[in-house]
């Protein structure tokens, strides 16, 4: 059970990488982030560039416009 998680948020995933927790309002997601990892034998999180999301991008605003 492996998993890639990639996102663009680079604040975000950097929050995930820590071993602190966050005290900010976003802190429970980070933990809920962190521990549903654990539950894979190996997880990581990756950053990726806007330009590389494009496609992602472009398919998810199609389904918000056709109510998928």
Same mark, same amino acid.
């Given at each position: 059970? !492996?998993?890639?998680? &990639?996102?663009?948020?680079?604040?975000?995933?950097?929050?995930?990488?820590? &071993?602190? @927790? @966050?005290?900010? &309002?976003?802190?429970?997601?980070?933990? %809920?982030?962190?521990?549903?990892?654990?539950?894979?034998?190996?997880?990581?999180?990756?950053?990726?560039?806007?330009?590389?999301?494009?496609?992602?991008?472009?398919?998810?605003?199609?389904?918000? !416009?056709?109510? %998928?």
């Amino acid at each position: 059970m !492996k998993v890639e998680i &990639e996102g663009g948020a680079l604040s975000i995933i950097r929050k995930l990488w820590r &071993e602190y @927790d @966050d005290k900010f &309002e976003i802190g429970a997601y980070i933990r %809920d982030g962190k521990w549903l990892s654990k539950r894979f034998h190996t997880c990581k999180f990756k950053y990726i560039y806007r330009s590389m999301n494009s496609i992602a991008h472009l398919l998810a605003t199609k389904g918000l !416009k056709r109510g %998928d």
